[in-house]
């Protein structure tokens, strides 16, 4: 009988081990497992690398599954969203399950793409370790090297996955020799393909010093024979390089090996464990998850030596109360969990995923969440494979299950017990920086898309948005286009809105050049009660960030000093209104100093009127023009593009200030005028292949190219027309 047939077997007599049971309402009881027997990990990696067929063959493997899904046909266990199946891609992080060799696996899929990285970026902080998968074929990419840096800042052991080795141009040899090229000689292959390419379905397994030869009916069967000839020599060689890196490990281990010449097999593998959890020995892998093959004997590795909650004795959190650093005991009595992931499902709800570290919870209990200070009722739990969902009544400590219907509880919030309040740490997301307005196409949908937009925040804190009362537009922030595509598509379907997404207005100003003088004269006369204000000011250009100075000189008795505010309040909101194109005035000196009075008909309101108009004719005449703001770009790619990223920069009159150099890495730092960035992140990424981020942040105002202005000026006096003809 194959090997894989016998984890079948292990597979289905584990739930026994775990003492299922129907209760009457068909809620399962599991005997919670122990934490000792829990192996949660992330499968993390570059976009496409193939980390969701690997989790959808993992669960074939287990028996979860009949036949695999496909990617292609939208019919994976993870990728259940109408967003995953239409674009082939995953958007959200998925959990999975199962059972192998009596270990209950829990699996996150993340995706790959760097616009829902913040995904990947909050299960690893949940996950004991992480599988990172690797595409023989393209080998290590940029987002590889942004997930693999988050699992060290988690301080949790990764485990390198080479997959699609049956791809015909599959280097498996490059891509071992780039992953120690990078992360050093403790890479280690466990498997070796031995026949990459279209046909491959073996490999050597290292450890066991065996050729194993899968099925590729995508069961993931296999059976093993003893390696020979050459594939033997090379077993031996290294498996004797192996023993090497591990007796290296640890300096107990390091004695006998020198005292015995080798390690004992029961040495060897206990050493293995250690191994992998101080990061002295990362594991590679060498699969072909689309046709199962490999994958069978990356589960045992997962089972037998992936990290359990339990090798990580504490995890570092804030006492809520005295805001100090404290520790949680990893399986200690008071529960504490932390929910790193909310979710809308349709016709289902909120589902809130969970990690709990310590304690356990029950369907109908209570607990605390820290970061909002109020008490939340535990709903049904879960444990879920994708969307089909299976209810259990408890879950204890190391688990990862999720929950419905929490009342206020958001990503990243702590749950806990309210006597021992504790918040755990959230992840820290990239800012986003890739903005975009949202332009309604129906009214009265105001509420509806504040509240939508508040929900998509609190389920996903790497998207924002925010109202902006200049600029008369709600901005919507993400990680990139396609995200801000996700987010809006959820807008649509969930919230039922109705909008486009447009270009966000740049917030330009307004200021003058030369000095100017204007008497107005308001008077109103007509039938009721009367108007009547005279107002002469001077204006002069004022230094730069200097807002608006008003100043009176009014002399003798001209004008009751009673009207100077309001005069000074209908300047105000001339400037608020723009004169030139709708935009703030600024940097103005306001001297009103001279006037004229009627004892009956001068009032407030006569007086803001006169003001208003004076400001406005007088600006006209003192060589108006717009300021642009500037912002400081730091932009860091690798050297090779360096020449594209620079002339790009320079087309958008971009000025250099200077470059760094960061690792491999360039660090380039340019003033941009902020007009000429919208969706600078989108073409950064395509002008680097995707190596490229960059930050960006407001610096100052500065004056336009004349021709550039004009066109604003005008594109300001068409959206003003065609606002007046629709009656707006
Ligand atoms: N030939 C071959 N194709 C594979 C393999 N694994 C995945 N694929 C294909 O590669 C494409 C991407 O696979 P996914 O499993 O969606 O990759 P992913 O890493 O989950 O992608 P994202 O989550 O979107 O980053 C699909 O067309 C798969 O069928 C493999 O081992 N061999
Ligand atoms: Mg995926």
């Not at 995923?353 to 310590?358: A, G, L, T, V």
């Not at 959820?490 to 039922?496: A, G, I, P």
């Not at 108009?613 to 007088?618: N, P, T, Y």
């Not at 150099?661 to 005028?673: L, T």
Request: proline share 4%; hydrophobic share 40%; aromatic share 8%.
């Amino acid at each position: 009988m194959s090997d894989h047939s016998d984890k079948l077997e292990i597979s289905a007599c584990a739930r026994g081990q775990f003492e299922a049971c129907l209760e009457p309402e068909g809620i399962l009881v599991m005997a919670m497992s122990s934490a000792a027997d829990i192996r949660n990990f992330a499968i993390v990696g570059h976009a496409s690398s193939g980390k969701t067929t690997l989790s959808e063959a993992m669960l074939a493997c287990a028996g979860v599954i009949g036949r695999m899904g496909s990617i292609a046909q939208g019919t994976t266990v993870s990728d259940y969203h109408v967003s995953e199946r239409q674009r082939q891609i995953s958007t959200q992080t998925s959990l999975l399950h199962c059972i192998w060799m009596g270990k209950k696996l829990n699996i996150l899929d993340t995706p790959g793409y760097l616009d829902f990285i913040s995904e990947a970026l909050a299960a690893e902080r949940v996950a004991d370790f992480a599988l990172v998968v690797v595409h023989a074929q393209h080998g290590i990419g940029v987002g590889t090297e942004r997930v693999w840096n988050c699992a060290t800042d988690c301080g949790i052991p990764k485990v390198i996955v080479v997959n699609a080795v049956d791809k015909q141009n599959a280097h498996f040899d490059e891509v071992l020799a780039d992953a120690r090229a990078h992360y050093g000689p403790k890479v280690f292959p466990l498997n070796v393909p031995i026949n990459p390419g279209p046909n491959f379905n073996q490999v050597l397994d290292v450890l066991r010093n065996e050729v194993v030869t899968y099925e590729t009916d995508g069961h993931g069967k296999f059976h093993e024979e003893p390696a020979t000839g050459e594939w033997k020599d090379h077993a031996t060689q290294l498996h004797r390089e192996l023993i090497e890196l591990i007796a290296e490990s640890d300096d107990t281990l390091l004695d006998k090996f020198f005292e015995q010449g080798s390690l004992s097999e029961e040495e060897f593998r206990a050493g293995i464990h250690a191994a992998v959890q101080a990061q002295m020995f990362i594991p590679l892998f060498c699969t072909s998850a689309v046709w199962n093959v490999g994958v069978g004997r990356l589960l045992d590795f997962t089972a037998k030596y992936g990290s359990s909650p339990l090798d990580r004795e504490k995890i570092d959190a804030e006492d809520a109360r005295s805001g100090e650093q404290v520790q949680v005991k990893v399986g200690g009595t008071d529960p504490v969990l932390q929910v790193f992931k909310t979710m809308n499902e349709e016709h289902f709800g909120e589902l809130s995923f969970f990690r709990i570290y310590s304690g356990q919870i029950r369907t109908g209990g209570d607990s605390f969440n820290a970061n909002r200070k109020i008490t939340e009722r535990i709903g049904q739990i879960f444990l879920l494979n994708g969307q089909t969902r299976e209810p259990v009544s408890h879950l204890g400590a190391g688990d990862i299950g999720a929950t419905v219907k929490l009342r206020n509880t958001h990503t990243g919030d702590t749950l806990c017990a309210p006597n021992h309040p504790v918040k755990l740490a959230v992840p820290e997301y990239p800012r986003p920086n890739i903005h975009a307005a949202l332009q309604p196409t129906a009214r009265g949908e105001e509420d509806k898309t504040a509240a939508g937009l508040a929900t998509l925040h609190n389920e996903d804190p790497a998207f924002v948005f925010r109202a902006d009362p200049e600029l008369h537009q709600t901005i919507i922030s993400a990680q990139g286009e396609l995200h801000l595509e996700v987010i809006a598509e959820r807008l649509r379907r969930r919230f039922r809105l109705h909008f486009d997404l447009i270009e966000p207005r740049v917030p330009y100003r307004e200021t003058i050049h030369g000095r100017a003088d204007h008497r107005y004269r308001h008077k109103k006369q007509t039938g009721g009660a009367g108007q009547f204000a005279e107002v002469a000011i001077k204006l002069a250009p004022g230094p730069r960030n200097s807002g608006i100075a008003f100043s009176e000189s009014l002399s003798g008795q001209c004008v009751d000093r009673v009207f100077v505010p309001s005069v000074e309040r209908g300047i105000e909101i001339a400037c608020a209104e723009g004169i030139l194109a709708g935009c703030r005035v600024v940097d103005v000196e306001a001297n009103f100093y001279d006037g004229l009075m009627h004892p009956v008909d001068s009032k407030d309101i006569a007086f803001q009127v006169a003001g208003y108009w004076a400001f406005k004719e007088a600006f006209m005449k003192a060589r108006p023009c717009l300021l642009e703001p500037i912002n400081v770009l730091e932009v860091r790619i690798p050297e090779d593009c360096m020449g594209k990223v620079v002339g790009d920069l320079s087309s958008r009159r971009g000025r250099i200030l200077g470059t760094d150099v960061d690792g491999q890495f360039q660090i380039v730092s340019a003033e941009v005028p902020a007009m000429e960035l919208y969706r600078y992140a989108s073409i950064l990424r395509s002008l680097t292949s995707g190596r490229g981020v960059h930050s960006e942040q407001f610096s100052r105002y500065e004056e336009m190219p004349r021709e550039i202005e004009q066109r604003v000026i005008d594109e300001a006096k068409r959206a003003r027309a065609a606002n007046s003809s629709s009656g707006r």
